[in-house]
C-alpha cells in the first residue's frame, strides 16, 4: 500500500538525477520501496541492448535512499536530510530490459539506517544485490 505522505517523502519528480534516469516509485511503505527504472538507449553500454551498471548502481542508491526516507516518522522535526555513507554493489546478470528495485530498511537507529536493495527484471531474474548506509541529518 502506498500512500500520499510516503510518496510526498520520497518526491521521485523532486529529484533531477532520478528524473533524467526515467526513476519512477511503483510502491512504498515505511521501510520498503519498490523503483522502476526503463531500459533505453541513453542507459546503455558499448551492447546498446544491456543497461550499464552505473544507471543500475545509481537505482540501488535511489532505492536504499527511498526506504531510508519512508521510514521518517510524521512528529520527527529534527529531520533535517539524508546522505548515503556507504554503498555496495554486486552485479549478478546483464539487465536487458526494465529492471525493479526493492528497497528494505534492514536497522534502522537515530542516525543511521541499514537497507538491502534487490533488483530484477520484469521477469524476476536477479540483476544485482547491494546494500547502502545512510547518514541521517539533524537540524542543530
Not at 552505473?54 to 510524521?74: C, F, Q, V
Not at 536493495?117 to 545512510?134: F, I, K, L
Amino acid at each position: 500500500m502506498t500512500d500520499q505522505r510516503l510518496l510526498d517523502l520520497i518526491d521521485a519528480d523532486g529529484v533531477p538525477y532520478w528524473r533524467m534516469l526515467g526513476i519512477t516509485v511503483e510502491s512504498a511503505e515505511a521501510g520498503h520501496v519498490r523503483l522502476r527504472l526503463p531500459m533505453r538507449e541513453t542507459l546503455g553500454t558499448r551492447r546498446p541492448d544491456v543497461m550499464h551498471g552505473g544507471a543500475i548502481a545509481s537505482l540501488i542508491d535511489a532505492a536504499a535512499g527511498a526506504a531510508t526516507a519512508s521510514t521518517r516518522r510524521e512528529d520527527d522535526d529534527t529531520w533535517a536530510g539524508q546522505a548515503t555513507t556507504d554503498l555496495n554493489v554486486t552485479f549478478l546478470n546483464a539487465a536487458t530490459g526494465d529492471v525493479i528495485a526493492e528497497g528494505r530498511v534492514l536497522r534502522g537507529g537515530r542516525s543511521l539506517v541499514f537497507v538491502g536493495v534487490e533488483v530484477h527484471d520484469t521477469d524476476g531474474g536477479a540483476v544485482a544485490v547491494g546494500r547502502a548506509t545512510y547518514t541521517i541529518i539533524r537540524k542543530r
